[in-house]
């Protein structure tokens, strides 16, 4: 709404700058005084540091305006309809050397708009790696490929790319909710030496008319200035449903009708820019921007050894006494599990050793003078509680036990997977019509 505030004042001030400049100060003045407040009311909404101090900036300037013409009303001067001889020569004499334009832009018209949509698109930068590597991701070795190709190979040896063989500009990746689209996404973020734009519908969609296609022009822009870069684009669905739908309002179709634009203007002039999608729903895609993707890759489930590297990977280094053969054993029980259940799976099993150690009626003290809670049988063992321990002064000293095999029996018991079948098969009917799998 704050929006709304800056546009008032702007129209305030293109009609007091037109009065000014043909000396009807006693009108400007009032115009001069109603900007200023809708700029006032402005400056308390807007966030962005750079567009503040240009508002500021402007601000001052049309006080400063206003005030010469208050001047020159009290002394009786009111334009060239006045009866006050001396007041116009007094008016021009006090007239700032350049006058604030006539547009009522000068920092308020096309650069300001741009900069603030171009403000917005800066949080989409990815400026920190999220230190996900090609070796996290467990399986998916064809994408891991296609994406290599793409991304890496391009920037490190542009040699390799001369003549009709060009690096591959815009990737769909698709499957179940859950695979592992948006993590491989990550790990293109990390591994590549590129600018990484990551935006959802809510950065690109707004409710001011108009300003929809802005955004998505101006992201390309940036992109193509950053180049190399990738644009990774997630649930692109909801941003590029089917045309002619009953929901499908028109600021939806201009936005639709701008990303087709600037992708084809990325494939045809040869830009060092990478669209990346990810989607749950393929079918969900209009059918045009289905085709602007030349790569569209299916992320299906994780397979038995991707599933036992996921186990290893979301464990990291958390105390455990697992063998090789419990986690072949868990990828075998996991059957049907997608990427974020087994994520999910493991964060329930971290906190098993916490729960055994808020429960222990028993502890002993180790020899690195930590204690550990333990069955009454165990060698040393004390009865006492967790917060019996914690009011002596030993909360610091109290060590939950390593995870167990038992530990994942025991939530696996109650987890289920996520995917369900129709889900799979609706995937994998898009994969053979339209389509490869990772």
Known sequence: MYSNFKEQAIEYVKQAVQEDNVGNYNKAFPLYMNALEYFKTHLKYEKNPKIREAITHKFNEYLRRAEEL???????????????????????????????????????????????????????IVREKPNVKWTDVAGLESAKQSLQEAVILPVKFPQFFTGKRQPWRAFLLFGPPG???????????????????????????????????KLVSNLFEMARESAPSIIFVDEIDSLCGQRGEGNDSEASRRIKTELLVQMQGVGHNDEKVLVLAATNTPYALDQAIRRRFDKRIYIPLPDVKAR?????????DTPHNLKEADFAYLARKTEGFSGSDVAVCVKDVLFEPVRKTQDAMFFFKATDRTWRPCGPKQPGAIQTTMQDLAAKGLAEKIIPPPIAKTDFDKVLARQRPTVSKSDLEVHVNFTKEFGEDG
Request: hydrophobic letters at 30%.
């Open 308 to 316: 036992q590297h996921m186990f290893k990977v979301h464990l990291g």
């Open 179 to 213: 695979t592992g689209k948006s993590y491989l996404a990550k790990a293109v973020a990390t591994e590549s030496d590129s600018t990484f734009f990551s935006v959802s519908s809510s950065d690109l969609v707004s409710k001011w008319m108009g300003e929809s296609e």
């Open 70 to 124: 208050r001047a020159v009303l009290d002394e009786g001067g009111s334009g060239p309809g006045s009866n006050g001889g001396g007041g116009d020569a007094a008016a021009v004499a006090k007239k700032p050397k350049s006058k604030p334009r006539k547009d009522g832009g000068d920092g308020y018209g096309e650069d300001t708009e741009q900069s603030k949509l171009r403000a917005g698109l800066n949080s989409a």
